[in-house]
């Protein structure tokens, strides 16, 4: 192995390294995010809530069922990497991580889509328009995302198909 090859592996090494650590640092927000809103939620108590914090519980509920195949997405992401670092990124394997995590942002943006009455009756009661907005801006992140991943995997599975006739071509 000459070295100039072993300092394109180092450089794909590191920057799948720099990746895993966004995965880490993404997953650590969020888990710190539903902690802090599970605190935050069993302080109080149910009984002891005021109108504002009901409207606000299942809000955080939706928080919560959002965190599932967000941290499936992160895993398949982190599996999507080893597949690099490997240098198996054009195998069927792959494509199927990336359905895995397309599924997985097409299942975010539905649930906050069925939580938007919610952000309108909050924005409502607190006469906050701009609350609505955040709702839409998760819908719309894990909409885009899951519409990239779909891109993705199209480019992918093209690019398997031409790996596997060029070799049954030699």
């Known amino acids: 192995m000459n ?3 072993k300092s394109i592996l180092s450089i794909k090494r590191g920057s799948t390294i720099f ?3 966004a995965l880490v640092v993404l997953g650590l927000m969020v888990l ?3 902690i802090i809103m599970f605190v935050g939620l069993a302080g109080e108590g149910i009984r002891n809530m005021s109108y504002f914090d009901r409207l606000v519980s299942p809000l955080v509920l939706t928080i919560w069922f959002t965190a599932i195949p967000f941290y499936i997405a992160l895993f398949q992401a982190w599996k999507l990497l080893n ?3 490997k240098n198996i990124a054009f195998s069927e394997f792959s494509r199927e ?3 895995k995590i397309k599924y997985c942002a097409v299942t975010i943006s539905v649930l906050y889509v069925a939580s938007l009455p919610q952000f309108f009756i909050l924005a409502d009661a607190d006469d ?3 609350i609505v907005v955040i709702g839409l801006v998760f819908v719309g992140a894990s909409f885009t995302v899951a519409v990239f991943v779909a891109i993705l995997e199209r480019l992918l599975q093209h690019a398997i198909d031409i790996k596997s006739e060029n070799d049954l071509t030699v």
Do not use: E, F, M, S
């Open 83 to 85: 597949c690099i670092d």
């Open 19 to 21: 990746l895993r650590l």
């Open 3 to 5: 070295i100039q090859h």
């Open 97 to 99: 991580t990336l359905k």
């Open 32 to 34: 710190g995010l539903c």
């Open 128 to 130: 906050a328009p701009g």
